[in-house]
């Protein structure tokens, strides 16, 4: 199992970071690794919502299934995702930061890998933080500039 976690602050309110979120579709506008994600669930977005997304890797494309677990708007949302070679588990917390226009996220992600992966967990680790910095800096410029 690896731990991947960190936090950034965002210049916008924790309900309008926790909103943008919340929609799991609006990734690709800031995960450039992203090429789609579709809700797959009817109804509004809650516990138990499933999304569909394929992201572009090196080795061709990822097909991932995601599904909300816990939501406390506005400040957590808990998922667990699937992909072929691993699973992930965790939480995105939103908390003001300083004044009320400002949001402290922290990710935190339990990855598990299964098979051959498992002998790449630094390998895991290590980009996984990279990764996750990327994905997460990409949501803060998108929600500040909305």
């Not at 890797?57 to 995702?81: D, F, K, N, V, Y």
């Not at 299964?114 to 410029?141: N, Y």
Request: net charge negative; proline share 5%.
């Amino acid at each position: 199992m690896t731990h991947i976690h960190g936090s950034i602050v965002i210049e916008r309110s924790v309900e309008a970071v926790f909103a943008y979120a919340l929609d799991q579709r609006h990734e690709p506008s800031y995960n450039p690794a992203m090429r789609e994600c579709v809700k797959e669930t009817d109804g509004s977005i809650g516990v138990g919502t499933v999304f569909r997304s394929v992201m572009d890797t090196r080795g061709g494309p990822l097909h991932m299934t995601s599904e909300l677990t816990a939501i406390e708007p506005p400040h957590l949302l808990a998922s667990r995702t699937t992909m072929s070679g691993s699973d992930i588990a965790g939480t995105l917390t939103f908390t003001p930061e300083g004044d009320t226009q400002h949001t402290r996220m922290t990710w935190d992600w339990q990855v598990h890998t299964a098979g051959w992966m498992r002998l790449a967990a630094p390998l895991v680790w290590l980009l996984g933080h990279r990764m996750e910095r990327r994905i997460w800096t990409g949501l803060k410029e998108r929600v500040e500039a909305i």
